[in-house]
């Protein structure tokens, strides 16, 4: 079964502080990891996948298969990043495996 | 183009009456998806085109849910009979074709309101 776990709801730390999403996933084969981020008023966008091993926006997620996890990271957080992340897996190779499961989201707030 | 484009973007309608949601997707972009988002819920996969072909409708609720992509650029999801639990954000993506390292490039979607 293909699985996205978010286990954490809300979180919420200080300008300038390490943040960190937590993403944990199930899938049996090679999946495609991502996160997509949704600003306030605004629609669905990607934030950053795991093929493209990119810093966006200072963000950082590293694919762990070992933990089977896919944690969004960025060292100092700043104020226009408090948003509602998702974190998504695609199936590769299989027919009607090209859908994307989400996870239930983080909704991040950075205060100041 | 402007992105994916969705209408309307609110709808409300009354319990059995039947609703019909319009997705624009990218121009050329071959592979178009629908997805349902419940309120504090992650978006939840509906169904999948390739051009006009429907190749995965494996989400759909039950048969009152149907959709279309008839030549292959617009589509239409059609609810029959709606039920107060059809309430939802009904979200619209597209990508360049299905296959992997294709992002999907989501619209701003339909918040659909059974009273």
């Known amino acids: 079964a293909q699985r996205v776990t978010q286990p954490e709801k809300l979180l919420s730390v200080f300008k300038g502080a390490p943040v960190e999403l937590k993403c944990n996933y199930s899938?049996?084969?090679?999946?495609?990891l991502f996160w997509y981020v949704q600003y306030s008023r605004q629609r669905l966008q990607l934030l950053l996948r795991?093929?493209s091993r990119e810093s966006i926006k200072g963000f950082t997620a590293d694919l762990n298969k070992g933990e089977t996890s896919f944690h969004l990271k960025k060292p100092f957080a700043q104020e226009e990043d408090s948003a509602m992340y998702y974190c998504?897996?695609?199936?590769?190779?299989?027919?009607?495996?090209?859908?994307?499961?989400f996870g239930q989201g983080t909704r991040l707030t950075i205060n100041p | 183009g402007a992105g994916v484009s969705q209408s309307p973007r609110y709808k409300v309608a009354k319990r059995g009456q039947d609703v019909a949601l319009r997705c624009d997707p990218i121009?050329?972009?071959?592979?178009l998806f629908w997805y349902q988002q419940a309120l504090g819920q992650g978006p939840e996969f509906l169904t999948y085109?390739?051009?006009?072909?429907?190749?995965?409708k494996s989400g759909l609720p039950s048969d009152r849910f149907f959709a279309e992509r008839p030549e292959g650029s617009v589509s239409t999801l059609k609810i029959q009979r709606t039920q107060q639990e059809d309430s939802a954000v009904y979200l619209c993506a597209s990508s360049l074709y299905g296959g992997g390292g294709q992002p999907q490039h989501f619209g701003d979607g339909t918040r659909l309101s059974i009273l």
């Open positions: 085109f390739q051009n006009e072909a429907q190749l995965d």
């Open positions: 795991h093929i």
């Open positions: 121009s050329g972009h071959v592979s």
């Open positions: 998504a897996l695609r199936g590769v190779g299989i027919q009607g495996a090209q859908k994307l499961v």
């Open positions: 899938y049996s084969g090679s999946p495609e």
